[in-house]
């Protein structure tokens, strides 16, 4: 670590504390040539999870477009918005625990479906009917017959 005064590199830590959020070490130096002293925060490097689009194209995990496509599934729903948070935080702990660099957008959409299905059926079958490109209505009647089947089999 370069002394910012000096440029000196021979510097020692006088002191080490976590962050108030916790994501972060900071530490206190003295400059061993200058006798100065200056503080450095060390943080986890992560490596961006990428997504495999459908194209085979890759682009940056994006939290903010899983929370557009839930909203809009939500829309007039009787659903707050730490509850949507709380399963995006969920969504995306779950990607990251797994451990991959890289992941197909269908295990993303599979996962906010299941999320959605154990939220509210109607901003489940919304985002089906997007996120499975419903072609017309017998696509759509067959996913809510699906639905129905899954809380019929649930409640025996």
């Known amino acids: 670590m370069k002394c910012p005064f000096c440029g000196g ?8 504390r976590m962050s108030k959020e916790g994501n972060a ?3 206190r130096r003295k400059c061993i040539l200058c006798s100065r002293r200056f503080t450095t925060y060390e943080y986890i490097e992560e490596v961006p999870l990428m997504i495999i689009k459908k194209d085979k194209r890759r682009e940056i995990f994006n939290k ?7 909203q809009k599934a939500c829309e007039k729903r009787n659903i707050s918005m730490n509850v949507i948070e709380e399963y995006i935080d969920e969504l995306e702990r779950d990607l990251k625990e797994t451990g991959e660099k890289e992941i197909p957008a269908h ?5 906010v479906m299941s999320i ?3 939220l ?3 901003a489940y079958v919304r985002f089906a009917s997007v996120y499975r490109e419903f ?5 759509f009647v067959s ?3 699906t639905l129905l089947n899954s809380q019929k089999k649930s409640e025996a």
Request: aromatic letters at 0%; hydrophobic letters at 30%.
């Open 9 to 16: 590199t021979d510097n020692k830590v006088i002191d080490s």
């Open 25 to 27: 070490i900071r530490r």
């Open 64 to 70: 903010e477009k899983i929370r557009s496509g839930i």
């Open 107 to 111: 295990v993303i959409g599979e996962k």
């Open 116 to 118: 959605l299905h154990r």
């Open 120 to 122: 509210d059926d109607v």
């Open 135 to 139: 072609k017309d209505v017998n696509d």
């Open 143 to 145: 996913e809510l017959k």
